[in-house]
């Protein structure tokens, strides 16, 4: 079962780098989290590294200025890492062959600005696309407002590049929006192709770990499907944060039971660490 901390400080010297999701974890889309900013500021003096690792489809350069702007020093990352740059160096390395993509993004801008650097053409239909890219989803458009975009893709048999394979994520006021990995996994159940960037999965938690170039790596997320899952799969320590997309199922509750039941439902094993929030 994990142990609870009240303090990340408790376990820092135990790692060679302390690797952190964004959304979650650092802010909830809008703010930081109280006593976020303060912890990492400490746990830095301390002399920890600290890198991010986030499901966003956008780049790493375009997350890192997201978050400075809420008040992170972008001294304190020694890297940050997203599932969008590593699909965006795949194109341009040439492992991705299609070059005629259909955008789903969630704000209107969001591709084209990704794609600078790329010899890439977005269409405006996808009669004439070779591939999806998923990047990301307004928050307030449900599922079903986009379905008629995947029945077109899928009677075309068109891949999907999902650059954001969240289920669900956290936004201010504890909202829960769903996130592009959700329409990935129901077009793959249908029976189209659909690849993956960013956790779970382990190239991305290789790649980072090889750019860091260091050994003993905690994963710091508040995700059992892509942060604890990942971070097992790459043999990492794994702690997991209350008070992201489970908050609601935390509150006012038994820890090990909780934890004990959403392990059950998503079939994964156990964080190591288990802690409130980030302090």
Known sequence: MAQ??????????????????QYGVLHDGKDPYANAI?????????????????????????????????????????FVMTSGEAMWQDILNGTIVEQHFFSIES??????????????????????????????????????????????????????????????????????????GTLAHSYRKRGGKVIFYGKPHKPIFDGLKKELNANRLLMVGDSLDHDIVGGHTAG????????????????????????????ANNGCKSPKYLIESLK
């Open 4 to 21: 609870i901390i009240d303090n990340i400080s408790t376990i820092a010297s135990n790692y060679d780098v302390i690797v952190l999701d």
């Open 38 to 78: 303060e912890c990492l500021n400490n746990l830095t003096k301390n002399g920890t590294r600290l890198a991010v690792l986030s499901n966003s489809g956008k780049r790493s350069d375009t997350n890192t200025a997201r978050i400075v702007s809420m008040g992170f020093a972008p001294s304190l990352f020694e």
């Open 107 to 180: 704000n209107s801008g969001d591709a084209i600005n990704w794609a600078k650097g790329l010899n890439i053409k977005f269409e405006n239909s996808v009669k004439t696309a070779q591939a999806i890219l998923l990047m990301g989803i307004p928050d307030d458009h449900s599922t079903l407002q986009l379905q008629d975009i995947l029945d077109q893709a899928f009677t075309k048999n068109l891949p999907i590049y999902c650059s954001n394979p969240d289920l669900f994520s956290p936004r201010a006021g504890g909202q829960i929006v769903v996130s592009p």
């Open 236 to 263: 990492w320590d794994t702690l997991l944060i209350q008070s992201g997309i489970y908050a609601s199922d935390f509150i006012n509750n038994n820890h090990d039971a909780v934890l004990n039941r959403l392990i």
